[in-house]
T-cell receptor
Framework: QQQVKQSPQSLIVQKGGISIINCAYE??????FPWYQQFPGKGPALLIA?????SEKKEGRFTISFNKSAKQFSLHIMDSQPGDSATYFC???????????FGKGTRLHILP | NAGVTQTPKFRILKIGQSMTLQCAQD?????MYWYRQDPGMGLKLIYY???????DKGEVPNGYNVSRSTTEDFPLRLELAAPSQTSVYFC??????????????FGDGTRLSIL
């Protein structure tokens, strides 16, 4: 119920291509969905986040698409660059709770 | 602004030893968290605190203890180290989680090996 399922586990994309990472959840009490980016040897850093009353949010080359009825959300990275190579985590927070549940992560590699 | 500072960065312990992982933040955040990250498993919440003097268990608290005597510091204690506690530990903080949706700021982690 409190899981966030993330796929794929790893992803290789050509430079300039679109990277797509998908997440799914069951608990309808989740009310905040952040994505984190993590580089080797560093802690995760917030990349972009969305609330369930919005279907899409775009910040630069990064877009979150949110499908409330399907309980799915995804991260799209347009014009992917080698500097985007990192591990990406989707996450979800329970309504009015203090805890965030993380997906297992996607290791993204952008080929130069 | 240093953000969230974790020490040490690396540590090797023998089974049964104890140690304290330090975490300090200088952003005056009231919320602080400890996570562990195992390969392919994402981040699991160990303990969290919503303010000085208040702590609560997360998903995987067994084998760990925390204290929060000040707003700035949130140390994580391992009393009897076990091989299953080999992991990378991250501390995070945020100003608030509701309703501002404030992001969590993470430290760079402590890589701990139990041999």
């Amino acid at each position: 119920q409190q899981q966030v399922k993330q796929s794929p586990q790893s992803l290789i994309v050509q430079k300039g291509g679109i990277s797509i990472i998908n997440c799914a959840y069951e608990n309808t009490a989740f009310d905040y969905f952040p994505w984190y980016q993590q580089f080797p040897g560093k802690g995760p850093a917030l990349l972009i986040a969305i609330r369930p009353d919005v279907s899409e949010k775009k910040e630069g080359r990064f877009t979150i698409s949110f499908n409330k009825s399907a309980k799915q959300f995804s991260l799209h990275i347009m014009d992917s660059q080698p500097g985007d190579s990192a591990t990406y985590f989707c996450a979800a927070r329970l309504n009015r709770d203090d805890k965030i549940i993380f997906g297992k992560g996607t290791r993204l590699h952008i080929l130069p | 602004n240093a953000g969230v500072t974790q020490t040490p960065k690396f540590r090797i312990l023998k089974i049964g030893q104890s140690m304290t992982l330090q975490c300090a933040q200088d952003m005056n955040h009231n919320y602080m968290y400890w996570y562990r990250q195992d390969p392919g498993m994402g981040l699991k919440l160990i303990y969290y605190s919503v303010g000085a003097g208040i702590t609560d268990k997360g998903e995987v608290p067994n084998g760990y203890n925390v204290s929060r005597s000040t707003t700035e510091d949130f140390p994580l204690r391992l009393e009897l180290a076990a091989p299953s506690q080999t992991s990378v530990y991250f501390c995070a903080s945020s100003y608030d989680t509701w309703p501002g949706n404030q992001p969590q700021h993470f430290g760079d982690g402590t890589r701990l090996s139990i041999l």
